[in-house]
């Protein structure tokens, strides 16, 4: 199969660029007007009457004249394809936005100095393209031309056609046809014949490509092209542009990759709808599945941390948030198209900036009438997965505002498709802004060529992927499905309940029987607020259930400085090991192992992370071993970051681990004070856990006592329940109930 797609990519590359101006020339029919992509003559029209008026609008387009000032004079530097993620690769990516803005600038300002930049550049590509062959960086089963893979390609297709869009109406007859022939059609033919099988699955990069050559089609008036992005290359619907929109995202808009790729999913989605709104606004593509791009926009802003970084699911990198450029064109167009929603303006505010487009200019002048908008309303919230809604899900907890917001997730979808990690019921927590309990996210360094030129590195498989680095229990050393692929693409975790009862306490659950055969998984996680503590409590419930006996393990990934424990620990002070040989254990380092000292009630282990102690209390016995380690074992380059986890190891058939995870006290370190430095919570237990339910009790001082009943038989909230646990027998309704005595 590779060698017949790299063949097939030479061959193209060899023919005559006269053969491309067969595709779709029965079909071609000249748009009446341009610009027709993303600008209109109406929303030309309208920028101009309106400049002026719009601060943050205004800003972006003198920022944006001021940066091609300085360039546009200059020659093209439109250099021979060389490498993965160096000079001539980022050069190619600044071409295209270069030209997509002075395409921009031309219509708004009528400079003629703009268009003879992008008409220059063209030029230069006209040349260029019919020369290449396969990209010498390419990745054999990939193979890009311009770019070392097809999906930059399309990303680039994506801006000049609206730069060519934009200069359309001063070109020659002879000129569209050169820059048709040797550019625009060899890529269509390229993006979606040579890699026709990717162009037609549902995938962020699909959505790339259906959306380059739609954009591409749209500006040579070309309708079979067109047809060919909206309804996949047979043109039947089973594939494209709509059936993406039906199948990559849940009825509630939760986009299946997780929250950093639908950041990069989005752009395209609306890029692409907006051009077919402006040409074929009988399609309704912001009506089509129930509004899906609005929803899809809101569920990603909701996945995002205190200070908007997007949850690290997946093939994430941590870095990345709401402020990326990519994001900013789908906030603004869903305040433009869908209702002019206020609490809008707020996430425009920390973006501080717009794009430069009708809605862009659209959300800076309601910015400006109305400067201190409504904050945007981040909630908790559950989420669904799978196109139907049956795929799993994600819950998200918050409690409290600003500083003291904390953040609780609980990841139960589906695998995310080859981005996905083997993490079924993973937890990640946040407070004070910062992410205390954490994921690892993927290993990659993007644009850094050193670093495998920018691309995913070994140890995103090795160890990234791998269960033991998310917060969730690993079963006897080996992740989640075995780590099998085509095994957990098919499977997910299922949403047990999600029950907000008040401020007080929000708890949600889920279960999974697929990711270890013989083996059932139920996560409770609770946020519970007590008047006589300062900060939410995250309570978790991790119950596990075998006919065989089993090595669980239950890692707490951290952040920040030991403290203390009341383990009894035996470092290793001068020789470290790696924890294991495999599924992502070789590369953890291990610097102490210890037990539950005799008589010592439950574990405690305290760390301090910015201005606050955190302190996990959780139910053990000295059979309960304990392993702090360190990532950075078998990682001959350097790949990986260093960081601590602790980890519970219980050999049993059924168990479960219950912990509170409790922030305490305050610390400063320029004042050089600290208070409350010591936990309240002292004891967490395990009274009773049955197929009916699990009976949890949390004690400490200020005369903490709370029972926590989790029903494992049923979610309905009308559902009765009693059982024993010890002396007692409690009683209650519904999925779960907290009391406080």
């Known amino acids: 199969m590779i060698k017949k797609l790299l063949g097939l990519a030479l061959t193209l590359a060899s023919l005559p660029f006269s053969s491309f101006l067969v595709i779709g020339a029965q079909a071609s029919l000249a748009s009446e007007q341009h610009p027709c992509l993303m600008l209109t003559p109406d929303g030309v029209a309208s920028i101009r009457a309106n400049l002026g008026k719009a601060p943050l609008f205004d800003a972006s387009l003198a920022e944006t004249k001021a940066s091609l000032e300085k360039i546009l004079n200059d020659p093209p530097d439109v250099p021979v394809p060389k490498d993965a993620s160096g000079p001539t690769q980022q ?6 936005s270069e030209m997509r803005n002075a ?3 031309y219509q708004v300002t009528g400079d003629t100095r703009y268009a003879v930049f992008v008409k220059s550049r063209l030029e230069s590509y006209a040349t260029l393209y019919p020369t290449l062959g396969v990209h010498p960086a390419s990745k054999e089963n990939n193979p890009g031309r311009l770019f070392w893979q097809p999906l930059n390609e399309a990303n680039w297709l994506v801006d000049v056609s609206q730069a060519y869009d934009c200069i359309y109406d001063i070109l020659t007859s002879d000129e569209r046809s050169r820059f048709e022939t040797n550019i625009f059609r060899p890529m269509v033919q390229f993006i979606s014949v040579v890699h026709e099988k990717e162009f037609n699955i549902m995938h962020n ?6 959306s380059a050559v739609g954009m591409a089609g749209y500006v040579m008036g070309d309708q079979n092209i067109v047809k060919k992005a909206l309804y996949g290359t047979k043109m039947d619907g089973s594939a494209g542009f709509f059936r993406q929109m039906e199948e990559l995202f849940s009825p509630d808009g939760y986009y299946c990759e997780g929250p950093y790729y639908a950041r990069y999913a989005l752009m395209p989605f609306f890029i692409f709808a907006e051009v077919i709104q402006n040409n074929q606004p009988e399609l309704k593509v912001f009506q089509r599945h129930g509004e899906i791009l609005k929803k899809s926009l809101y569920a990603t802003l909701q996945q995002t941390d205190p200070l908007g970084s997007f949850f690290p699911l997946n093939d994430s990198m941590k870095e990345m948030n709401f402020r990326s450029g990519a994001i900013i064109f789908p906030v603004d167009l869903t305040f433009a198209r869908y209702g002019h929603d206020a609490s809008l303006l707020s996430v425009v505010q920390s973006q501080g900036r717009v794009s430069l487009d009708p809605s862009g200019q659209s959300v800076a002048m309601a910015l400006a009438a109305d400067p201190n908008p409504p904050a945007f309303p981040y909630a908790s919230v559950e989420y669904s997965d799978g196109p139907d809604g049956r795929g799993g899900g994600l819950g ?5 505002l600003g500083k003291d917001l904390s953040v609780a997730m609980m990841k139960y979808s589906s695998l995310g498709m080859g981005h996905g990690h083997y993490d079924k019921l993973a937890l990640e927590y946040y407070d004070q802004g910062r992410e205390i309990l954490t994921d690892y996210g993927s290993v990659r360094f993007v644009n850094v060529e050193q670093k495998y030129g920018g691309r995913y590195l070994p140890e995103n498989n090795s ?3 791998q269960t033991i680095a998310h917060n969730t229990v690993v079963v006897d050393e080996s992740s989640h499905y075995s780590g099998n692929y085509n095994t957990a693409k098919t499977l997910h975790s299922e949403k047990g309940f999600f029950d907000l009862q008040g401020p007080d306490f929000q708890v949600m659950s889920a279960t999974d029987t697929t990711a270890v055969p013989g083996v059932a998984m139920r996560r409770t996680v609770a946020m519970v607020r007590d008047k006589t503590l300062d900060h939410p409590v995250l309570l978790d419930v991790f119950r596990l259930s075998s006919e065989k006996e089993h090595l669980y393990d239950y890692p707490f990934h951290f952040m920040g400085q030991f403290m203390e424990s009341n383990l009894k620990l035996t470092p290793y002070l001068t020789e470290l090991h790696s924890l294991g040989g495999g599924n992502g254990y070789q590369h953890l380092w291990v610097e102490s192992e210890g037990t539950i000292k005799e008589n010592g009630g439950s574990l405690s282990f305290t760390w301090l992370d910015g201005n606050r102690y955190y302190t996990i209390t959780s139910a053990a016995d000295p059979s309960t071993k304990i392993v702090f380690t360190r990532t950075g074992a078998s990682d001959p380059n350097f790949n990986l970051r260093h960081e601590p986890a ?3 190891r219980q050999k049993a058939a059924n168990h479960v681990f219950a912990s509170a995870i409790e922030p305490h006290g305050s610390f400063d370190g320029a004042k050089e ?9 002292r004891s967490v237990t395990v009274l009773a856990s049955t197929e009916e339910g699990t009976v949890v009790r949390i004690t400490g001082e200020r005369k903490i006592q709370w029972t926590v009943l989790i029903a494992n038989n049923s979610p309905d909230p009308s559902t009765k329940h009693s059982m024993k646990a010890g002396e ?3 009683s209650w309704v519904g999925p779960a109930k907290i009391i406080k005595q």
């Open 728 to 730: 007692e027998t409690i």
């Open 673 to 681: 004070s600290t208070s409350g430095s010591y936990p309240v919570i």
């Open 205 to 210: 990069h699909a959505t790339w490509f259906v």
């Open 103 to 105: 395409g921009f600038l």
């Open 91 to 96: 050069r190619h990516a600044r071409n295209e």
């Open 646 to 648: 602790m980890i519970l």
């Open 463 to 465: 160890y990234a992927k």
């Open 396 to 400: 998200i907890l918050r409690s409290g």
